[in-house]
């Protein structure tokens, strides 16, 4: 039974997901690049090192990839403010801590950003620690980061939960099973393909696949 319960935060957390693609799209139109808003979504999961050339190609990564980072960074800050977590985000945390769990929150969004979304979870002491992007040097689907979450919480028999296909990817590549919610914009359909071994809409809804 796994005793280390890794927690993806931007989409599985907090209702951020789409923050980030506005602040993706305005920055890429900052650097004379042209993406639309549904294919950015479609790397959301993966981390700020890679979603450049994923959207707009290699290229663009060589020409202005840095810039483009650089200002998604800025654009996001001004839209953090929109972004709540859900529902039922806190009191999940805080059951699974009850089960038995060491919750660790795996993000790989800057420090100032995990912050931000610390105070609005208010999970405290229901948690054994967290990530950002300081901890890893390849973001998701590479499997750093839920390495790295899983050495926070002393390590052992772990399972991952997020809400995109690189949440999912990044706990296959080291054996680590997976849940997903589809509060991120994924469906069900790509989740499970991705390797998720169960989708349900929301973060309450998995409860009942957890031990008690």
Not at 14 to 22: A, E, P
Not at 78 to 87: A, N, S, T
Not at 134 to 144: F, G, I, L, Q, S
Not at 172 to 193: C, D, H, N, W, Y
């Amino acid at each position: 039974m796994a005793r280390v319960l890794v927690l993806d935060v931007d989409g599985t957390l907090v209702d951020s997901n789409y923050q980030h693609v506005i602040a993706w799209q305005r920055a890429f139109r900052n650097h004379g690049v042209d993406a639309d808003a549904w294919k950015i979504h479609r790397y959301i999961g993966k981390g700020g090192d890679q979603m450049v050339e994923s959207v707009a190609g290699a290229e663009a990564e060589r020409r202005c990839g840095d810039g483009v980072r650089a200002s998604e960074s800025e654009i996001f800050k001004q839209l953090i403010g929109d972004v709540r977590p859900f529902r039922d985000a806190t009191s999940f945390v805080f059951e699974v801590a009850d089960r038995g769990f060491e919750v660790v929150l795996a993000s790989s969004a800057k420090s100032d950003e995990v912050d931000h979304y610390l105070g609005l979870l208010r999970v405290g002491d229901a948690i054994s620690g967290h990530t950002t992007s300081a901890d890893v040097e390849a973001t998701k689907p590479h499997p750093d980061l839920v390495e790295a979450a899983i050495e926070k919480a002393g390590g052992g028999d772990a399972l991952m939960i997020g809400d995109s296909i690189r949440d999912v990817e990044a706990a296959q590549r080291i054996g680590v099973p997976s849940l997903a919610v589809l509060t991120g914009g994924f469906s069900k359909r790509e989740l499970e393909a991705a390797g998720a071994s169960e989708v349900r809409p929301q973060l309450a809804d998995l409860l009942e696949c957890l031990p008690a």
